[in-house]
């Protein structure tokens, strides 16, 4: 089963053994039409953002103005109303897919974690990347270079275990 979540920040575990939890809220969502695969068109509240197309959907499934964001998800319930959260009661394993953290453009050093070169006298590449490639042959720069470029804003997918619901 799918689920809208927010991530409300990090936490510790207070046990003999500490560790590292992250924080997640369940969204509320209301489940507007199942098909006979499960999936289903599920709205959840999102911004404050209507347009003309979320009015006429709102307006399709008897929905409040507040549920302006639709998605389709994979589902326990079998009729149109909230979203059924009680599978996550006996789940004892989640699967979690974000988008990470965008930071834009970044240079060769904070992106590929390259060793910054020590300031001498007559030492002009201190933040620079070095070589990239050989002369003649094979005449190109081998795929898997560490270069700068966009770094972040990437889907991540982890597979952990439930701490508590």
């Known amino acids: 089963m799918e689920y809208i979540v927010e991530k409300i920040g990090m936490s510790r575990t207070i046990a003999t053994k500490s560790t590292p ?5 369940l969204v509320e969502a ?9 999936r289903a068109i599920v709205a959840y509240a999102h ?10 959907q709102q307006k399709k499934y008897n929905l409040t103005a507040e549920f302006n964001k639709f998605a389709t998800l994979e589902v326990a319930n079998s009729e149109v109303g909230n979203l059924d959260f009680t599978p996550l009661n006996e789940a004892k394993i989640l699967k979690v897919s974000f988008n990470s953290k965008g930071r834009g453009y970044q240079g060769v050093v904070k992106d590929m974690v390259s060793v910054v070169v020590q300031k001498a006298t007559a030492h002009v590449s201190h933040r620079r990347h070095g070589s990239i490639g050989n002369c003649e042959w094979p005449g190109r720069v081998q795929l898997g270079m560490k270069m700068a470029g966009h770094m972040g804003n990437e889907k991540v997918t982890v597979k952990n ?5």
């Open 47 to 56: 911004t404050k953002a209507n347009n003309k197309a979320i009015a006429g």
């Open 161 to 165: 275990e439930l701490i508590k619901l």
């Open 21 to 25: 939890v992250t924080l997640l809220k």
């Open 30 to 38: 209301k489940v507007c039409e199942i098909d006979e695969n499960k």
